[in-house]
């Protein structure tokens, strides 16, 4: 399965779209390790794309690794982490994304403030 997920995210750097709505309908609890390494990865396609699949997993344990993804020292994991969150309406996670409001990037702080938007 990890292969094909791979595989799957190559398309999508590539914009297929066709690979991005496969990568929607998986619903193998397998894949989250590679949805979560994907909110890394340097192609905004495929973190997009894996925050929004990674949104769709209703499972005890994808809110508390986003939650400790917010501590990432890499940048995009952090703002997709804060997508994803948003994306599953988790008010919950709020308060751990206000804890980063002295996060000195940008990018960051427009994702707080959506954050506190949406889900107060």
């Given at each position: 399965m990890a292969r094909s997920i791979r595989n799957l995210l190559q398309r999508i750097r590539n914009r297929d779209l066709k690979a991005t709505i496969e990568?929607?309908?998986?619903?193998?609890p397998?894949?989250?390790r590679e949805?979560?390494?994907a909110l890394s990865d340097e192609n905004e396609?495929?973190?997009s794309y894996a925050s929004i699949a990674l949104s769709c997993?209703?499972?005890p344990e994808v809110e508390p690794a986003l939650i400790k993804l917010l501590q990432s020292p890499n940048l995009f994991a952090r703002t997709k982490a804060i997508d994803?969150?948003?994306l599953m309406k988790s008010k919950s996670a709020l308060p751990e994304i206000v804890k980063l409001e002295n996060d000195p990037d940008p990018v960051i702080q427009?994702?707080?403030?959506?954050?506190?938007k949406l889900l107060s």
């Amino acid at each position: 399965m990890a292969r094909s997920i791979r595989n799957l995210l190559q398309r999508i750097r590539n914009r297929d779209l066709k690979a991005t709505i496969e990568l929607l309908e998986i619903k193998d609890p397998s894949i989250i390790r590679e949805l979560f390494d994907a909110l890394s990865d340097e192609n905004e396609y495929v973190r997009s794309y894996a925050s929004i699949a990674l949104s769709c997993y209703c499972m005890p344990e994808v809110e508390p690794a986003l939650i400790k993804l917010l501590q990432s020292p890499n940048l995009f994991a952090r703002t997709k982490a804060i997508d994803t969150l948003i994306l599953m309406k988790s008010k919950s996670a709020l308060p751990e994304i206000v804890k980063l409001e002295n996060d000195p990037d940008p990018v960051i702080q427009i994702s707080i403030n959506r954050a506190k938007k949406l889900l107060s």
